[in-house]
């Protein structure tokens, strides 16, 4: 008896896992999403009102990002100025795919899209696509936002009724 109510406390609580980890991982996509319009928004002054290179504009928007946003905007600007002669959008590219983000295909290539004219294009120009990049991204966030406490309490009940629900049928 002992080693089958452990065995159903272990299913119990793996179950119940799994739905916080699904939960969590909507609520890392906001988060994510939130940090990345204020990063833009900097970077958008950097470019606009600083006219410093875009290393550098890319390092100062990574210090009020959460650690992995943080992370694609350094590892960004580190590939720009490591000396291999990327161009500021094969910089962009690598530092998107390498970065441990919890974002969604579309969020991505919103991302993505924004890498083709960093650097490569006037300073308005620059501007311009960073404003409109954030201002996907905004409303992704908002979706993003109605879908996670739509679908986060979900899952996280689901996760504990399903265990339960396992349990009965294995008593």
């Known amino acids: 008896m002992p080693v089958k109510l452990v065995g159903a406390v272990l299913v119990l609580v793996a179950g ?20 990345l319009g204020v990063c833009l928004r900097v970077l958008e002054k950097e ?20 650690p992995a946003v943080a992370r694609l905007l350094g590892e960004a600007a580190a590939l720009l100025t490591d000396g291999s002669g990327r161009t ?21 290539e919103v991302l993505r899209g924004l890498g083709v004219t960093l650097g490569s294009s006037g300073r308005a120009d620059q501007v311009k696509h960073i404003s409109l990049a954030r201002e996907q ?11 996670e406490q739509r679908q986060g309490r979900l899952y996280r009940y689901l996760g504990v009724l399903v265990s339960m629900a396992l349990l009965l049928l294995l008593w």
């Open 47 to 66: 470019v606009a009102v600083g006219a410093v290179p875009l290393p550098v504009a890319l390092e100062r928007s990574a210090r009020v990002a959460e």
């Open 88 to 108: 500021a959008q094969e910089a962009w590219e690598e530092a998107v795919r390498r970065a441990p983000l919890c974002l969604l295909p579309g969020d991505l």
């Open 137 to 147: 991204l905004a409303a992704r966030e908002q979706v993003a936002r109605d879908e």
């Open 16 to 35: 119940a896992g799994l739905g916080w980890e699904m939960a969590g991982r909507l609520a890392c996509r906001v988060r994510q999403l939130r940090s």
